[in-house]
Nanobody
Framework: VQLQAFGGGSVQAGGSLRLSCAAS????????VRWFRQAPGKQREFVAG????????DYADSVKGRFTISRGNAKIKVYLQMNNLKPEDTAVYYC??????????????WGQGTLVTVSS
């Protein structure tokens, strides 16, 4: 499964971005999809995850209430809406997927990262 993550960019603190994750040539409807991020000099960390049906979600405490993970209507894409961004959200964001129903865990398939930079 080849994943693509896009939508990163540079914003000021308090701003918003929406990241998208898509699988090349297939739908994401049967996969648990997760977002991770890795800031410079730090370990990769879990950000958010969504179950295959879209009814279950999980968020890291650091983004809860600010970020929303969702599936598109056709379940082809998964989105990460990021609001009220903070400088500490600056990182390369990765989408990842597999058939494991556990949300807060690593994944088998990974996309390339997309850089999010938040300036103060």
């Amino acid at each position: 499964v080849q994943l693509q993550a896009f939508g990163g960019g540079s914003v000021q603190a308090g701003g918003s971005l929406r990241l998208s994750c898509a699988a090349s040539g297939r739908t994401l409807s049967i996969y648990t999809v997760r977002w991770f991020r890795q800031a410079p000099g730090k370990q990769r960390e879990f950000v958010a995850g969504i179950g295959w049906s879209g009814s279950s979600t999980d968020y890291a405490d650091s983004v809860k209430g600010r970020f929303t993970i969702s599936r598109g209507n056709a379940k082809i894409k998964v989105y990460l809406q990021m609001n009220n961004l903070k400088p500490e959200d600056t990182a390369v964001y990765y989408c990842a997927a597999d058939r494991n129903v556990v949300l807060r865990t690593t994944a088998d398939y990974w996309g390339q990262g997309t850089l999010v930079t938040v300036s103060s």
